[in-house]
């Protein structure tokens, strides 16, 4: 596994992470599974260690120029914990086909909806 390759993953992730809040999954996992051949749990698991300091440093970008809500966010973090350890914990017992597709199903349902509304 390549040091730069994994670096450039980073550099993408990161780049689209504070330029429209997304990264981790929508660009980590599927260029860790498909370019560097990592397990589909193991790129799960590992884009969301990583985006942890990325999203620390792009939401404080963004409250730098009162571009993000406190509440808002405290609303969505208290939800999206608990959604969080019941997602991870399906993810553990799902077939990895199934969380391939079902990812994939995901992004096409919400690039449809954007090009639509």
Known sequence: MSIGIVVL??????????LF???GGIVTVPLLIFLLKVDPRV???TSLLAIVPTAVVAAATHLKFGQADWKL???IAAGAMVGAVAGAGLAAHLPVVWLKRG?????????VRMLWK
């Open 21 to 23: 809040g997304v990264g």
């Open 103 to 111: 990812f994939a199903l995901l992004l096409v349902f919400m690039a």
């Open 9 to 18: 993953v980073g550099l993408f992730a990161g780049c689209t992470s504070g």
């Open 73 to 75: 966010a405290a609303g």
């Open 43 to 45: 790129a799960i698991g």
